[in-house]
């Protein structure tokens, strides 16, 4: 008998079992793939890896406004690039093995499934569970099109054998964004296609077709109001029946339009109340409609971020094992978040829309400049920051920049917008100059608007 059985070694999952186990539990985790799940093997880490490799080019091109002679015309050698980031991932994996393993946590590698009212089924064995914890997290959802079986998804990127040469990313996500620009970078020919009118919905629409600009001006093809209704293969290119009657030949399709809760095949008899889209719904405290039986992570669908995952496995496992310690449940206020994207966004809190809904009269603050860095040269790169302000209070309740770093200077920020910060709080700060996130404490000419 486990105190618990955790299905999925994401970050949500090993967290769980890791502080349950240090609170005395009997744990044990199932994973019938890889440990550290989608954001350390086909998501954030060999993303961000990738990333920075695709900023090389730019690099190359400031480093000879500084004086420095860089001889980048050959472009990126792929394999080494692949297999550079694989020999990371390992290690990787092999330290969330680690981890579980110090503390003491079963680890069976098999498929896991909800078997009964405390059962686990876990490949040919069944476990006896005081409490279940589902973390399977999610997994590409691609639309059901004629020539589907041509479409690779966003985790073959990372395993690619050849890099293509013309490329269609289909999407309009923050992970379709981030893959187009990450292709543009490493030297491909990059369509974005994205059936709506603007791509990364929920975010701030300044910075949306900002950052659209910006992605264009470095070589990326954006079609917007564009789907594609049929993938065809002549030879070795694959072409797209668009919706607006014209075609585009190119070598690989990656498709990237959103993710769904993994739940496959993982309840053999009751299934505890689903979401439309498939999520498992779950109260304040993350268990399910059946009695001892929780979930935490993209598999319930609130907000689809590795440090979300990691505050509820690990407030989860407190609440269970160690309730004296738990403290409040997580919040998803003001949880900041980065899209990699080239140039970067930073974010936290409310978007302009957002806050004219829930507040009414607001005061926004924008800047727009060329960083300095780049004032050697003609790279025109740009970048954009944002405060958005309760008229009312004067709290500051959003944050957003698109530019070099913005992920690394916004985190910083989130503590003081979490925090309740004011703009006046803001306006008293010195600046620490010169930066590019001083111009956050030095925004002073503001317009109200009114929802």
Known sequence: MFDLVVIGAGSGGVRAARIAAGLGAKVAIIENRFFGGTCVNVGCVPKKLFSYGAAFPDLFRLAADYGFNVDAGAGVDWPTLRDNKTREITRLNGIYRRLLESAGVTIIEAHGAVAGKGQVRAGNQLLEARHILIATGGKPFVPDIPGREHILIS????????????????G?????????SILSGLGCEVTQL????????????????????????RGVNLRFNTDVEAVRVVGDSRYLDLSDGTELAVDAVFYATGRVPNIDAL???ESPVLALNGAVKVDDCFQSSMSGVYAVGDVIDRVQLTPVALAEGMWLARHLFAPHQAGPAPEYDFVPTAVFCHPNIGTVGLSEEQALERHGVIRVFRSEFRGMKYTLGDIQHRSLMKLIVDDASDQVIGLHMVGDDAGEIVQGFAVAIRAGATKQD??????????AAEEFVTMREGKVVRG
């Open 267 to 269: 309840f053999e008899a």
């Open 194 to 217: 994205y059936r709506g009118d603007l791509f990364l919905r929920g975010f701030d629409r300044d910075i949306r077709q900002f950052v659209a600009e910006q992605m264009q001006h």
């Open 155 to 170: 985790d073959d990127l990372f395993s690619l054998p050849v890099l293509p040469h013309r490329v269609a990313v289909v």
């Open 426 to 435: 803001f306006d008293r700060t010195v600046g620490i100059h010169p930066t």
């Open 172 to 180: 309009g996500g923050y992970i379709a964004s981030e893959f187009a």
